[in-house]
């Protein structure tokens, strides 16, 4: 590597482009092994059950698109799409007003900015598994802390979990409290590329915080907020672990969204053919939100 | 909006000062309290864990509940399980996944790097069910080969993201100027590319291994009883001892601790990994 410093200096004339790009090529070929066989294969042969009627044990009869009519009349799959949505919802909005306020006040400068930042990520990396248990613990009706809590402040104690009126905005506090870091470093990085000019000609001209915020932040970050929200959105409808262990679906089946059915049916009935369908339904809704996050890659040019 | 006087600009400064700091604590307090009662659980013992107001600070700590933990169940074992998946996977998913970032990156395959994205937002679950079949026609269910090969599902894509946004970030002369200088494209990528884009494999290597390392789902429907990763470990503790906090938090915070500590070492190469994984990831 000597001389390639040498070299650096001189003008280059390198044949790029397509020769080159076709050589490259190789270094993909392990990784697409890989990718071949624990991701392509999975979705061509759900795609292949889904047409069929798959039991553990047993014949696997060709069906037709069955499964799929099945779902139009299957009420406990449409409760979970209503739940789904209602559960989405509520997870992106709250998690993207949260961080883009607390983007906001990392934002600016103050002492133990760097150890505020790295506690407030800690929840977003913290095994989801664990932290469901510990919440779990805190929603107790009786002996739990949050209860306790709200008698401190003279308000009357919740149900959480435990009631189905109750049980989804509980989870969406849980999910708040987890992800709003992402949506925070996101927009965060946004603000740190934006110009300084703006602001000084608004200090000039006497502007508030405030004015400042909702004039210059805002639109000039626009972009940024957009992506956290679709990323949000789609790990919003991925949620699984939380739910799974909170609540398993329940009360009754009062926060069963479309994962925890979809794992039910498939592993809890065995039921591999519809689960399958279901499957590829929220495979496809996931792939159109994708290709709406890379639309926003590609007008959004940034870096 | 008018301002004139230097004291009710300064007094407007002074409340904002307050203001940042009361939106600091606010925000940040919900993580740090939570982790503390998580720890104020796990040093106490049953009586006043389950007592009500709640006690909460441990007195006196004790560490019986951690004792207990590893003696009721074979914990050991399933961090031993653990450690093997997730160095596996992360390991593998760096050997083939760095390559690949490589080659996307340079041949600029815009349409590889779009299925990368959509393996990535996949939920895991869609996976399981045919992996599920695979798996049992092998004769695997029970190993721990169909948890290193399902956490492949994860960590690959994320190494591949990562190292593709990083490879595009260098700048190329270096690696031209040594093809002109009559290198493979090979001894160009191991000896050019690879020692620049080290951050960025660390990068890769730590989201890869904390990703892998938290992972439930593969775990719930592939482990065995002596196969479980500790996150499965764990929700089983919950379903057989239904009200034994202090365990419970122990175990918690024995499987969710390496990731905590990860964090707060590495809080700038996570971030940088989350930011550019995250914006341009999902």
Same mark, same amino acid.
């Given at each position: 590597?000597? #001389? ?10 390198? =044949? ?30 759900t795609?292949f ?11 696997? =009869?060709f ?14 799959? /449409?409760?979970?799409?209503?739940? #789904? ?7 992106? +909005? ?15 400068n ?20 664990? +932290?469901?248990?510990?919440? #779990?613990m805190?929603?107790?009706? /009786? ?31 849980v ?10 470093? +996101? ?13 000084? %000609? %608004?200090?000039?001209?006497? %502007?508030?915080?405030? /004015? ?26 991925? #949620? ?6 909170i609540?398993?679906g ?18 809890a009935y ?5 689960g399958?369908?279901m ?18 890659? /590609? ?5 | 909006m ?5 004291s ?12 940042l700091?009361? !939106? ?9 309290? $939570?982790?503390?009662?998580?720890? @104020? ?9 389950t ?12 560490? !019986? ?20 998946v !997730?160095? @596996?996977?992360t390991?593998?998913?760096?050997l083939?996944g ?27 679950? !869609? ?18 080969t ?19 946004? $990083? ?7 270096l690696?031209?100027?040594? &093809? ?15 020692p ?10 730590? &989201?890869?291994?904390?990703? @892998? ?30 009200? @034994? ?8 915070l ?7 500590? &990860?964090?707060? &070492? ?17």
């Open positions: 590597m000597s #001389t390639t410093t040498a070299t650096t200096l001189l003008p280059v004339a390198v =044949p790029r482009g397509r020769a080159y790009a076709r050589r490259y090529w190789m270094f993909a070929v392990p990784a697409a092994v890989i990718v071949l066989v624990v991701i392509l294969f999975p979705w061509v042969f795609l059950m889904s047409v069929h009627e798959w039991k553990v044990s047993g014949a696997t =009869p069906v037709g698109l069955a499964n799929y009519t099945h779902m139009l009349h299957d009420e406990r799959f /449409q409760w979970a799409v209503v739940r #789904t949505l209602y559960f989405t919802a509520a997870s992106v +909005i709250a998690p993207l007003l949260l961080g883009v306020w607390a983007a906001v006040c990392f934002a600016s103050f002492r133990f900015r760097g150890l505020a930042r790295t506690l407030f990520v800690l929840p977003m990396m913290a095994t989801p598994v664990a +932290i469901s248990l510990v919440w #779990t805190m929603f107790h009706p /009786q002996l739990g802390v949050l209860n306790y809590l709200l008698s401190t402040v003279g308000l009357p104690p919740s149900s959480w979990v435990y009631d189905s009126s109750t049980v989804i905005p509980t989870l969406v506090m999910e708040t409290w987890q992800w709003t870091p992402l949506v925070m470093l +996101i927009v965060l990085g946004g603000i740190a590329s934006l110009p300084q000019d703006p602001y000084e %000609a %608004a200090i000039l001209d006497g %502007a508030s915080a405030w /004015q400042m915020f909702r004039h210059i932040t805002l639109p000039l970050v626009w972009p940024f907020i957009m992506v956290a929200a679709v990323i949000r959105l789609i790990d919003a409808l991925k #949620t699984f672990d939380t739910i799974y262990v609540t398993l329940g009360p009754g089946t009062s926060s069963e969204t479309l994962n925890i059915l979809l794992y039910q049916t498939a592993f065995y039921d591999l053919g519809y399958s369908a499957v590829v339904v929220f495979f496809v809704l996931i792939l159109l939100i994708s290709l709406l996050l890379l639309k926003f890659r /590609q007008r959004e040019a940034w870096r | 008018s301002k004139r006087g230097i009710r600009h300064r007094v407007r400064r002074w409340f904002g000062r307050a203001g700091y009361l !939106s600091v604590l606010l925000l940040v307090s919900p993580a740090v309290l $939570f982790f503390l009662w998580m720890l @104020s659980l796990s040093l106490k013992n049953e009586l006043d864990n007592a009500y107001p709640p006690v909460f600070i441990p007195h006196p700590p004790t560490l !019986s509940n951690f004792v207990d933990v590893f003696q009721k169940n074979d914990f050991l074992t399933y961090t031993i399980n653990s450690v093997i !997730s160095f @596996s996977a390991g593998l998913a760096l083939f760095v390559p690949a970032g490589y080659g996307i990156a340079k041949a600029k395959a815009t349409k590889a790097a779009a299925l990368i994205l959509i393996a990535r937002v996949t939920p895991g679950l !869609s996976y399981l069910i045919p992996l599920f079949l695979l798996f049992q026609w092998l004769g695997l269910i029970g190993t721990l169909p948890l290193v090969i399902t956490h492949l599902v994860i960590t690959v894509p994320i190494v591949v993201w990562i190292m593709i946004g $990083f490879f595009e970030g260098l700048p190329g002369e690696e031209e100027a040594a &093809l002109v200088d009559g290198a493979t494209i090979w001894q160009a990528f191991v000896h050019v590319a690879m620049l884009a080290r951050p960025g494999i660390m990068v890769a290597m730590i &989201l890869a291994f904390i990703f @892998s390392w938290n992972n439930f789902i593969f775990g719930v429907v592939l482990a065995g009883r002596t196969t479980r990763t500790l996150p499965v470990a764990v929700y089983n503790v919950l379903t057989f001892e239904q009200i @034994s906090w202090g365990p419970l938090a122990a175990a918690a024995i499987v969710t601790a390496p990731v905590l500590l &990860l964090t707060l &070492l590495m809080q700038k190469e996570i971030v940088a990994g989350l930011t550019t994984g995250g914006v341009k990831g999902g």
